[in-house]
């Protein structure tokens, strides 16, 4: 079954970096495009990265480009997230969710990324 | 940028028909999934490409799109259809993922 397993959320300052990791399982993940959304306390569901299946294209929200920086390793089975300049607003739990059809079927659980002076 | 419109809340009575709506210029010439989130979930995919069901979703829920409108229908709906939902579109305009507002289901 898919398993999509996130890691390396804390609590950071603001101005620092974070990196995510996603670890998938349960499918051939280098025929997958993968996602990051993330959702702050209380709050919706926001889009912030994709990455196609083999690497070549990516993109992202207004509100993270420039600062974040999504990549992944086929090899490893895994996807991640560069997070630098963290703000305040940046708080949120962040999912990683498998491609389908350019949005998500699969999710994983999530990780909590507090950004906190 | 491409908005999503959902209204924040929806009630229903147990064994009523619950209707959610997404709202966007033009939607039906996009295809829109819809989610579930259940409190402390993961959110949980439940249409698909505008009325597609994933495997083990009941077909109590059904979706459609047309115009400037896409709807979540839940019949017979049960306690544990309490949840937020939320629609989402690709926009190709500017291969961006958008989400609606999210819309809260209330079981009465």
């Known amino acids: 079954q898919v398993q999509l397993v996130e890691s390396g959320g804390g609590v950071v300052q603001p101005g620092r970096s974070l990196r995510l990791s996603c670890a998938a399982s349960g499918f051939t993940f280098g025929s997958y495009g993968m996602h990051w959304v993330r959702q702050a306390p209380g709050k919706g569901l926001e889009w912030v990265a994709v990455m196609w299946y083999d690497g070549t294209h990516e993109h992202y929200a207004d509100s993270v480009k420039g600062r974040f920086t999504i990549s992944r390793v086929n090899s490893k089975n895994t996807l991640y997230l560069q997070m630098n300049s963290l703000r305040v607003e940046d708080t949120a739990v962040y999912y990683c969710?498998?491609?389908?059809?350019?949005?998500?079927?699969?999710w994983g659980q999530g990780t909590l990324v507090t950004v906190s002076p | 940028s491409y908005v999503l419109t959902q209204p924040p809340s929806v009630s229903v009575a147990p064994g009523q028909t619950a209707r959610i709506t997404c709202g966007g210029n033009n939607i039906g010439s996009k295809s829109v999934f819809w989610y579930q989130q259940r409190p402390g979930q993961a959110p949980v995919l439940v249409i698909y490409?505008?009325?597609d069901r994933p495997s083990g979703i009941p077909e109590r829920l059904s979706g459609s799109n047309s115009g400037n409108t896409a709807t979540l229908t839940i019949s017979r709906v049960e306690a544990g259809d309490e949840a937020d939902y939320y629609c989402?579109?690709?926009?190709?305009?500017?291969?961006?993922?958008?989400f609606g507002g999210g819309t809260k289901l209330t079981v009465l």
């Open positions: 490409d505008d009325s």
């Open positions: 969710a498998r491609e389908h059809n350019y949005l998500s079927d699969y």
């Open positions: 989402q579109v690709w926009d190709s305009s500017t291969d961006q993922g958008v």
